[in-house]
């Protein structure tokens, strides 16, 4: 079946504009994350849904940055009044449960914003 | 701070090689433990899972996992070239959702 999907694939900002990053989880899978990879480092951990409710967001860097996930399914990821230091790729994943083994987590292809 | 170590390399191995990576992890309630492997400007994709102590097997890979010592390491028997790539530890436990991540050990196969 059809993976994680995110899009847009890439995205280039001017600093102080608005973005929207947009997540298709597997379809069925209960849960989904958020993360954030800087380059050379490994994904960080900004914040997770279980279906429509948001139960951790202690990644989120600063009140900038907000995520909803309104019916369950899609999610998007917002960052307002872009900064450099938001340059990054975002990475969605999602999983079918929490107990394993059905916690193993599939991500999406990324999107990778950049911010001038 | 919970934290996942691993060497960031590069590690080097020649072609028809056994490539060994290593990861350490510090909190002891780490309950899974996940190898993803990221090709260049491409997302993690899963290898293996393993949840106890021991050897786990699956095909050209074998993860172990020691809890005692607080290590998993992937085994990468036969390495190819295609298996060059930043190999990510990622570690979870129940009840804290996320998976914490190492920073990737890249791996190069030369043949």
């Known amino acids: 079946g059809a993976g994680v999907s995110q899009s847009p694939r890439y995205k280039v900002a001017k600093r102080g504009q608005d973005v929207a990053l947009r997540c298709d989880p597997i379809?069925?899978?209960?849960?989904l994350f958020w993360y954030q990879q800087a380059l050379g480092q490994g994904p960080e951990f900004l914040t997770y849904?279980?279906?429509?409710?948001?139960?951790?967001k202690s990644g989120l860097p600063s009140d900038r940055f907000f995520a909803e996930r309104p019916e369950g399914s899609v999610s998007t990821l917002k960052i307002q009044r872009t900064q450099q230091e938001d340059s990054a790729v975002y990475l969605c994943?999602?999983?079918?449960?929490?107990?394993?083994?059905?916690?193993?987590?599939?991500f999406g292809p990324g999107t990778r914003l950049t911010v001038l | 701070q919970k934290e996942v170590e691993q060497n960031s390399g590069p590690l080097s191995v020649p072609e028809g090689a056994i490539a060994s990576l290593n990861c350490t992890y510090s909190?002891?309630?780490?309950?899974?433990f996940f190898w993803y492997r990221q090709y260049s400007g491409k997302s993690p994709e899963l290898i293996m899972f393993?949840?106890?102590?021991g050897d786990k097997e699956d095909g050209r890979f074998t993860a172990q996992l020691n809890k005692a010592s607080q290590y998993v390491s992937l085994l990468i028997r036969d390495s190819q070239p295609s298996d060059s790539a930043t190999y990510l530890c990622?570690?979870?436990?129940?009840?804290?959702?996320?998976?914490?991540f190492g920073t990737g050990t890249r791996l190069t196969i030369i043949p």
């Open positions: 909190d002891r309630g780490s309950q899974s």
């Open positions: 994943a999602s999983r079918i449960g929490a107990l394993p083994p059905w916690d193993t987590q599939y």
């Open positions: 393993i949840y106890s102590n």
């Open positions: 849904f279980q279906n429509e409710a948001q139960l951790d």
């Open positions: 990622a570690v979870s436990d129940f009840g804290n959702e996320k998976l914490t």
């Open positions: 379809s069925g899978h209960v849960s």
